[in-house]
T-cell receptor, first 117, second 117 residues
């Protein structure tokens, strides 16, 4: 079974600084997707960024970028120029590729990010 | 479009009672998912529907849990004979078939929080 591990229960960053959240996963499959979701307090979860395993290029979305290391099964999220609105729980998630026979997302336990003014 | 709607937002019940949650997905989304999130954990997959067909169920979905999507639009999740261990946030999400959209990113609702006394 696939597992996702987020080893940092909590992280903090100063406003305007950069922070990196870690995620490792375990799978025997070669085709899959990886995601970072953000869950602000009492609000719904929203997608931050996604990465297809077959793509070597790291995904970027404005201030958010990932470092995808397929051989190491590592998928870290870098947030640049941190803003107060970035404070939230961040979840790393894995899903099998189209031939995997399952649509479920497997989530890590999350990292709580605090942004200090 | 108002996004994924869930009702009620919070339900408090006594052990042994039945509860039902409703989810209204984004109208053009033919897939609907239920996840459960306990305190300090990431969401765990329960089940998903494509149109009215329930295509995948987790082993977490015990016989006390039943989900339906009778007309391929809204869905209900019923928990019979609730136990204290059922206390959690129940999240609904939706998207379109991956054939149409590729990596099929989920749109989540705000969740229904269940407290079993």
């Amino acid at each position: 079974a696939q597992t996702v591990t987020q080893s940092q229960p909590e992280m903090s960053v100063q406003e305007a600084e950069t922070v990196t959240l870690s995620c490792t996963y375990d799978t025997s499959e070669s085709d899959y997707y990886l995601f970072w979701y953000k869950q602000p307090p009492s609000r719904q979860m929203i997608l931050v960024i996604r990465q297809e395993a077959y793509k070597q290029q790291n995904a970027t979305e404005n201030r958010f970028s990932v470092n995808f290391q397929k051989a190491a099964k590592s998928f870290s999220l870098k947030i640049s120029d941190s803003q107060l609105g970035d404070a939230a729980m961040y979840f790393c998630a894995y899903r099998r590729g189209p031939q995997g026979g399952s649509e479920k997302l497997v989530f890590g336990k999350g990292t709580k990010l605090t942004v200090n003014p | 479009d108002t996004g994924v709607s869930q009702d009620p937002r919070h339900k408090i019940t006594k052990r042994g009672q039945n509860v039902t949650f409703r989810c209204d997905p984004i109208s053009e989304h033919n897939r609907l998912y239920w996840y459960r999130q306990t305190l300090g954990q990431g969401p765990e997959f329960l089940t998903y529907f494509q149109n009215e067909a329930q295509l995948e169920k987790s082993r977490l979905l015990s016989d006390r849990f039943s989900a339906e999507r009778p007309k391929g639009s809204f869905s209900t999740l019923e928990i019979q004979r609730t136990e204290q261990g059922d206390s959690a946030m129940y999240l609904c999400a939706s998207n379109r078939d991956r054939v149409l959209t590729g990596a099929n990113v989920l749109t989540f609702g705000a969740g229904s929080r269940l407290t079993v006394l």
